[in-house]
């Protein structure tokens, strides 16, 4: 089973960017889909973004669609998400994952898939 460390969360000020990264270990990181999600307080766990193993296909939440890109360097075991024009809303931690899938019953890990440990994102109006 893959292993995932995020990083890269903080506090920034409205329209600013940040950067997160999600460092794998195992040697089938390249074999997954990889998506991140985020769970502001009080809500459910929410899909931000995907991208196939190879990173030629792409889809966004329609709430960060235009403003974030989803990349991945598959040589190092790393998928990344850049946040442009931050919103207070995009406020929660978020969470890189393998191979997303979404059912009838919503998003949920494939066989083998896993969760990282989550980066706290916090954006000020």
């Known amino acids: 089973q893959v292993q995932l460390v995020e990083s890269g969360g903080g506090l920034v000020q409205a329209g600013g960017s940040l950067r997160l990264s999600c460092a794998a270990s195992g040697r089938t990181f390249s074999t997954y889909v990889m998506g991140w999600f985020r769970q502001a307080p009080g809500k459910g766990r929410d899909f931000v973004a995907q991208?196939?193993?190879?990173?030629?296909?792409?889809s966004y939440a329609d709430s960060v669609q235009g403003r974030f890109t989803i990349s991945r360097d598959n040589a190092k075991n790393t998928v990344f998400l850049q946040m442009n024009n931050l919103k207070p809303e995009d406020t929660a931690v978020y969470y890189c994952?393998?191979?997303?899938?979404?059912?009838?019953?919503?998003?949920?890990?494939?066989?083998?898939?896993?969760w990282g440990q989550g980066t706290q994102v916090t954006v000020s109006s």
């Open positions: 994952a393998t191979d997303p899938r979404l059912t009838a019953s919503g998003w949920i890990l494939g066989p083998g898939g896993s």
């Open positions: 991208i196939t193993w190879s990173g030629g296909l792409t």
